[in-house]
Protein backbone atom coordinates (compact mmCIF):
# COMPACT_ATOMS: atom_id res chain seq x y z
CA UNK A 1 0.00 0.00 0.00
CA UNK A 2 0.78 3.70 0.16
CA UNK A 3 3.70 4.97 2.50
CA UNK A 4 4.71 8.24 3.50
CA UNK A 5 7.64 9.54 5.23
CA UNK A 6 7.34 12.06 7.15
CA UNK A 7 10.99 14.00 8.61
CA UNK A 8 11.42 14.83 11.06
CA UNK A 9 9.67 13.12 13.96
CA UNK A 10 10.11 15.84 15.91
CA UNK A 11 11.97 19.58 16.04
CA UNK A 12 12.17 21.84 19.24
CA UNK A 13 13.08 25.85 18.13
CA UNK A 14 13.49 29.08 20.01
CA UNK A 15 10.82 31.31 18.65
CA UNK A 16 11.99 33.18 15.36
CA UNK A 17 14.01 30.55 14.13
CA UNK A 18 12.65 28.56 10.78
CA UNK A 19 10.95 25.57 10.46
CA UNK A 20 11.09 22.78 7.94
CA UNK A 21 9.78 19.42 7.57
CA UNK A 22 9.51 16.61 4.64
CA UNK A 23 7.09 14.43 3.53
CA UNK A 24 8.29 11.51 0.83
CA UNK A 25 6.36 8.80 -0.91
CA UNK A 26 7.49 5.83 -2.45
CA UNK A 27 5.16 6.67 -5.45
CA UNK A 28 3.89 9.37 -7.74
CA UNK A 29 1.10 11.45 -6.08
CA UNK A 30 -1.51 13.11 -7.80
CA UNK A 31 -1.75 15.28 -4.87
CA UNK A 32 -0.80 16.07 -1.45
CA UNK A 33 -2.31 17.70 1.66
CA UNK A 34 -1.15 19.11 4.99
CA UNK A 35 -2.81 19.13 8.00
CA UNK A 36 -1.95 20.83 11.76
CA UNK A 37 -2.94 19.64 14.83
CA UNK A 38 -2.53 21.90 18.26
CA UNK A 39 -2.22 19.63 21.64
CA UNK A 40 -5.48 18.02 22.56
CA UNK A 41 -7.24 18.59 19.58
CA UNK A 42 -7.85 17.54 15.96
CA UNK A 43 -6.25 17.99 13.05
CA UNK A 44 -7.19 21.31 10.56
CA UNK A 45 -6.67 21.11 7.31
CA UNK A 46 -4.17 23.62 5.52
CA UNK A 47 -3.58 23.39 2.18
CA UNK A 48 -3.59 20.91 -0.76
CA UNK A 49 -0.90 20.90 -3.66
CA UNK A 50 -1.86 19.15 -6.88
CA UNK A 51 0.64 20.37 -9.20
CA UNK A 52 4.46 19.50 -9.90
CA UNK A 53 6.67 22.02 -8.71
CA UNK A 54 3.48 23.74 -7.35
CA UNK A 55 4.83 26.50 -4.64
CA UNK A 56 1.90 27.56 -2.22
CA UNK A 57 2.06 30.80 1.12
CA UNK A 58 -0.09 31.59 3.86
CA UNK A 59 1.28 34.02 5.88
CA UNK A 60 4.81 32.72 7.28
CA UNK A 61 3.96 29.22 5.97
CA UNK A 62 5.47 28.05 2.51
CA UNK A 63 4.37 24.65 0.85
CA UNK A 64 6.32 23.05 -2.25
CA UNK A 65 5.01 20.42 -4.20
CA UNK A 66 8.65 18.63 -5.82
CA UNK A 67 8.92 18.39 -9.53
CA UNK A 68 8.37 14.59 -9.23
CA UNK A 69 5.42 14.57 -6.99
CA UNK A 70 7.40 12.47 -4.82
CA UNK A 71 8.14 14.72 -1.79
CA UNK A 72 6.33 18.02 -0.32
CA UNK A 73 7.72 20.42 2.39
CA UNK A 74 6.36 23.26 4.78
CA UNK A 75 8.48 25.92 5.84
CA UNK A 76 7.85 28.09 8.41
CA UNK A 77 9.86 31.19 8.83
CA UNK A 78 10.26 33.32 12.01
CA UNK A 79 8.31 30.52 13.95
CA UNK A 80 6.20 31.95 16.64
CA UNK A 81 4.71 29.73 19.85
CA UNK A 82 0.83 29.77 18.01
CA UNK A 83 2.71 27.24 15.29
CA UNK A 84 3.42 24.73 18.07
CA UNK A 85 1.85 21.49 17.23
CA UNK A 86 2.14 18.29 15.08
CA UNK A 87 2.20 18.36 11.14
CA UNK A 88 0.74 16.02 8.95
CA UNK A 89 1.00 15.74 5.00
CA UNK A 90 -1.84 13.41 3.73
CA UNK A 91 -1.65 11.63 0.34
CA UNK A 92 -4.21 9.16 -1.74
CA UNK A 93 -4.21 5.70 -2.23
CA UNK A 94 -4.66 4.34 -5.30
CA UNK A 95 -8.54 4.32 -6.23
CA UNK A 96 -8.43 8.23 -4.11
CA UNK A 97 -10.81 6.55 -1.89
CA UNK A 98 -8.50 7.33 0.96
CA UNK A 99 -6.35 9.52 2.58
CA UNK A 100 -2.57 8.06 4.00
CA UNK A 101 -1.27 10.04 6.89
CA UNK A 102 2.56 11.07 7.41
CA UNK A 103 3.30 10.35 11.30
CA UNK A 104 3.51 13.64 11.56
CA UNK A 105 6.06 16.18 12.77
CA UNK A 106 5.63 17.75 16.28
CA UNK A 107 7.12 20.93 16.50
CA UNK A 108 7.74 23.27 19.96
CA UNK A 109 8.56 26.30 19.98
CA UNK A 110 10.46 28.24 23.12
CA UNK A 111 9.88 31.67 23.72
CA UNK B 1 -23.50 23.88 11.54
CA UNK B 2 -22.32 21.92 14.29
CA UNK B 3 -19.71 20.59 12.01
CA UNK B 4 -18.57 17.05 12.94
CA UNK B 5 -19.32 15.74 16.30
CA UNK B 6 -18.46 13.28 18.43
CA UNK B 7 -19.43 11.78 21.32
CA UNK B 8 -18.26 10.64 24.08
CA UNK B 9 -15.25 12.59 24.75
CA UNK B 10 -13.70 10.68 26.71
CA UNK B 11 -14.26 7.09 27.97
CA UNK B 12 -13.00 4.25 30.34
CA UNK B 13 -13.69 0.73 29.74
CA UNK B 14 -13.00 -2.82 31.11
CA UNK B 15 -11.31 -5.26 28.65
CA UNK B 16 -13.95 -7.49 26.78
CA UNK B 17 -16.43 -4.63 27.11
CA UNK B 18 -17.93 -3.33 24.03
CA UNK B 19 -19.48 0.22 23.20
CA UNK B 20 -20.06 2.84 20.00
CA UNK B 21 -18.19 5.65 19.50
CA UNK B 22 -20.95 8.43 18.01
CA UNK B 23 -20.19 10.44 14.89
CA UNK B 24 -22.27 12.84 13.07
CA UNK B 25 -22.20 15.30 10.76
CA UNK B 26 -24.56 18.00 9.62
CA UNK B 27 -22.58 19.42 6.26
CA UNK B 28 -24.70 16.40 3.93
CA UNK B 29 -21.59 15.24 3.68
CA UNK B 30 -21.03 11.80 1.28
CA UNK B 31 -17.63 10.59 2.91
CA UNK B 32 -16.98 9.88 6.71
CA UNK B 33 -14.09 8.02 7.89
CA UNK B 34 -12.38 6.98 11.69
CA UNK B 35 -8.85 6.90 12.53
CA UNK B 36 -7.14 6.04 15.42
CA UNK B 37 -4.03 8.31 16.73
CA UNK B 38 -1.87 6.71 18.55
CA UNK B 39 2.37 8.45 19.90
CA UNK B 40 4.22 8.59 16.68
CA UNK B 41 1.71 6.43 14.51
CA UNK B 42 0.14 9.35 13.15
CA UNK B 43 -3.35 9.05 12.04
CA UNK B 44 -4.52 5.45 10.76
CA UNK B 45 -7.90 5.03 8.98
CA UNK B 46 -9.89 2.02 10.61
CA UNK B 47 -12.89 2.49 8.54
CA UNK B 48 -14.83 4.32 6.06
CA UNK B 49 -18.30 5.16 4.29
CA UNK B 50 -18.52 6.77 0.87
CA UNK B 51 -22.23 6.69 0.96
CA UNK B 52 -25.44 5.87 3.42
CA UNK B 53 -25.02 1.67 3.00
CA UNK B 54 -21.84 1.75 2.22
CA UNK B 55 -18.52 0.81 4.19
CA UNK B 56 -15.51 -0.36 3.85
CA UNK B 57 -12.06 -0.99 5.55
CA UNK B 58 -9.00 0.77 6.21
CA UNK B 59 -5.44 -0.04 6.75
CA UNK B 60 -6.50 -0.82 10.89
CA UNK B 61 -10.45 -2.53 11.09
CA UNK B 62 -9.60 -5.22 13.09
CA UNK B 63 -12.39 -5.23 16.45
CA UNK B 64 -13.98 -2.17 14.81
CA UNK B 65 -17.41 -2.41 13.27
CA UNK B 66 -19.24 0.25 11.25
CA UNK B 67 -22.70 0.72 9.58
CA UNK B 68 -23.60 3.80 7.99
CA UNK B 69 -27.45 3.76 7.88
CA UNK B 70 -27.61 7.92 7.26
CA UNK B 71 -25.97 10.50 5.69
CA UNK B 72 -25.14 12.19 9.07
CA UNK B 73 -24.47 9.35 11.30
CA UNK B 74 -21.08 6.92 11.15
CA UNK B 75 -21.15 5.45 14.69
CA UNK B 76 -18.41 2.86 15.26
CA UNK B 77 -18.40 -0.37 17.38
CA UNK B 78 -15.72 -2.31 19.50
CA UNK B 79 -17.24 -5.44 19.85
CA UNK B 80 -14.71 -7.00 22.51
CA UNK B 81 -12.38 -3.77 24.12
CA UNK B 82 -9.08 -4.93 24.07
CA UNK B 83 -5.97 -2.85 25.99
CA UNK B 84 -4.52 -2.47 22.38
CA UNK B 85 -7.34 -0.32 20.97
CA UNK B 86 -6.58 2.64 24.20
CA UNK B 87 -6.53 5.65 21.82
CA UNK B 88 -8.12 8.58 20.54
CA UNK B 89 -10.27 8.16 17.65
CA UNK B 90 -11.04 10.72 15.18
CA UNK B 91 -13.94 10.86 13.09
CA UNK B 92 -13.55 13.08 9.37
CA UNK B 93 -15.81 13.80 6.93
CA UNK B 94 -15.60 15.71 3.37
CA UNK B 95 -18.12 16.63 1.08
CA UNK B 96 -17.49 14.31 -1.86
CA UNK B 97 -16.71 10.72 -1.70
CA UNK B 98 -13.18 11.38 -3.67
CA UNK B 99 -11.85 11.56 -0.29
CA UNK B 100 -7.98 12.22 -1.04
CA UNK B 101 -8.98 15.40 -2.91
CA UNK B 102 -11.31 16.63 -0.78
CA UNK B 103 -11.04 18.45 2.64
CA UNK B 104 -11.39 16.41 5.88
CA UNK B 105 -12.90 17.74 8.29
CA UNK B 106 -12.49 16.33 11.85
CA UNK B 107 -14.41 16.17 14.89
CA UNK B 108 -12.76 17.04 18.21
CA UNK B 109 -12.36 13.28 19.23
CA UNK B 110 -12.73 10.24 21.64
CA UNK B 111 -10.14 9.34 24.13
CA UNK B 112 -10.76 5.63 24.90
CA UNK B 113 -8.92 3.88 27.83
CA UNK B 114 -9.17 0.54 27.89
CA UNK B 115 -8.03 -1.25 30.82
Known amino acids: GQQVMQIPQYQHVQEGEDFTTYCNSSTTLSNIQWYKQRPGGHPVFLIQ?????EVKKQKRLTFQFGEAKKNSSLHITATQTTDVGTYFCAVPNTGFQKLVFGTGTRLLVSP | NAGVTQTPKFQVLKTGQSMTLQCAQD?????MSWYRQDPGMGLRLIHY???????DQGEVPNGYNVSRSTTEDFPLRLLSAAPSQTSVYFC??????????????FGPGTRLLVL
Open chain 2, 49 to 55: SVGAGIT
Open chain 1, 49 to 53: LVKSG
Open chain 2, 92 to 105: ASSYSNRASRETQY
Open chain 2, 27 to 31: MNHEY
